[in-house]
């Protein structure tokens, strides 16, 4: 199929799915050429024969519309209906924008790096990870989060769990505890329980994870596992003073902070804190973290900073825990670092995502919900009465990819509420029609 037919199918689709409703602009031939890395009249050959067909019409100099005549479609259809593969979901969780990554920067830097590829590219990549790119995610980290390290204290994993199975294997015994915020990520659970470790829940409240709570009630532990900047999934910082006493338990207890560091780019309110790994000085911080959530999730590479002491330790284990990350794709998330384009792509993404949390957040307001106000992260949580799972099945049922905050707890009770994701939400049209179709489904 020729590429204008597949450009022309997409845009139907988008129509259709009611992301571009009647009467909206299309971007000029010219910046759609440049996003979607093709030529102009490409672009123009796609136009011309949607307006053809009556789905575009054109207004001269003020350019392409969806024409008024296309009918949108109905607000109780189940929005997961005939989505193009690999379609994220309506608020579907663990997702950026994947609309606004710079997809064909991205195609012209790893076409390079093929072009330049030598003979001894082909060989298996380092076991701790490609050189080239641990230096850059030292230099971002000094630059973007004061945080001092060198390039043999990063290693590369396939992943937040790949990374987390090389901290365990390096450093933790069977029985030994660790702390994990209630609720907190679900999914890295399976890691520590496999490996014979006890799981302690530690209650989460306005000032992030009750590490006195955690002293009193499990003083014997030797791990730590939380999200300080955003915890996950409520949103909220954990307060300096409580930063300060997990580093006083970690040297005196000579235990391990893992500081999982998965948004802390996405900021819209305020100074964030620093990270504890900054403020490390017994240097018992294990510092993770991924380009799954600033980039885009196919990459599958996640990193850590581990103290000095222990970087021979860790290079010991990735002869039994290789990085898989190929060495194209890390080789080319290098340069995309060294050339300044993470550092403009973030800064892009954060006006977008303010912007598109305004979108959901009034969105929902207008339909009666009752969201959490939060300072940054890339998700919200909706407060609601009754039974939240049932309430979130209801929703899933209905296509919308909500998730029960019930389900991201280990011990704790609390209020309900719904977890969803604002990243792919591209216009006000669209965050009414889900916020609208969420209603119908669970009210």
Known sequence: MPRYQQIARQLKQAIGDGELPPGSRLPSGRTMALELGVARATVENAYGELVAQGWLERRGQAGTFVSPSVTAPASNQNVSASRPQGAPLPFQ????????????????????????????????????????????????????????????QIFITAGFQAAMRLVVRTLAQAGDGIWLEDPGYRYVRPVFADAGMTLHPVPVDDEGMQVGYALQ??????????????????????????????????????????????????????????????????ERVIYAGTFSKSMFPALRVAWLVVPRQQAEAFNQQTRFLPCTVSMLIQQTIADFLREGHFWRHLKKMRQCYGERRVWLETALQSEGFDVVPQAGGIQLVMRVKGDDRALAARARAAGLAVQALSDWRMTSKGEGGILMSFTNVVSLEMARRYARQLRLAIT
């Open 93 to 152: 969780m663990g997702l950026p924008a994947l609309d606004a990554f710079p997809r064909a920067l991205w195609a012209r830097l790893m076409g390079r790096r093929l072009r330049l590829q030598t003979p001894y590219d082909l060989v298996m990549p380092e076991n701790c990870g490609e050189s080239t790119l641990r230096q850059s995610i030292a230099d971002y980290l000094r630059f973007s989060r004061s945080i001092e390290c060198q390039p043999e």
């Open 217 to 282: 009630h499990y003083p014997q532990a030797r791990f730590a596992l939380l999200t300080p900047a955003h915890q996950s999934p409520l949103g909220v910082a954990l307060s300096l003073t409580r930063r300060h006493s997990l580093l006083d338990w970690a040297a005196s207890r000579q235990g391990w902070i893992i500081e999982d560091d998965y948004d802390s780019e996405f900021r819209y309110h305020g100074k964030p804190l620093p990270p504890i790994k900054s403020l490390d000085g017994p």
